[in-house]
């Protein structure tokens, strides 16, 4: 999988389609000279699913905001501009991690809630895999990473 931001867009997808839920995930493609805030939204008129997603795809077993996360050119850290747009939006939020083991080893991915984002940035260096475990899992299946519930 290459483009793990349009795998989390299609995984979206077909979870409204298979559950039956309005709801449309696009990915925000972006732009030279445009700031762009998150890496994916989810659209719906059901608040639940009213959703930002940002994308980190690295390998290694944890997410470090130092080395995975930037600032922006006003030095705002992209955790603390992802909350801003989040709060100004009235949008749920989740960072969608796939950890890449290497070769012969599969893939992880998982969506872990915005609220535990933010904790953990105001207490430790990053995330780990296991932490990630305990959140939602993206499971693997032919068409791609396949979310069973939200």
Request: glycine share 8%; with cysteine.
């Amino acid at each position: 999988m290459g483009d793990f931001e349009l795998e989390v867009v299609h995984c979206f997808n077909r979870f409204f389609a298979e559950e039956g839920l309005q709801g449309f995930a696009y990915r925000l493609k972006q732009q030279k000279f445009n700031m762009q805030y998150v890496d994916v939204l989810v659209d719906s008129l059901d608040p639940k699913y009213y959703l930002s997603v940002e994308c980190k795809s690295l390998k290694g077993k944890k997410v470090y905001f130092t080395q995975h996360f930037h600032a922006d050119k006003h030095n705002v850290h992209q955790v603390d501009g992802i909350s801003a747009f989040m709060k100004k939006t009235g949008r749920r939020g989740y960072l969608a991690v796939e950890f890449r083991p290497g070769p012969g080893k599969a893939n992880e991915a998982y969506l872990v809630p915005w609220e535990k984002v933010v904790r953990a940035y105001g207490t430790c260096p990053g995330i780990s895999i296991d932490e990630c475990r305990e959140e939602i899992p993206l499971q693997r299946s032919r068409e791609g990473y396949t979310l069973l519930s939200l």
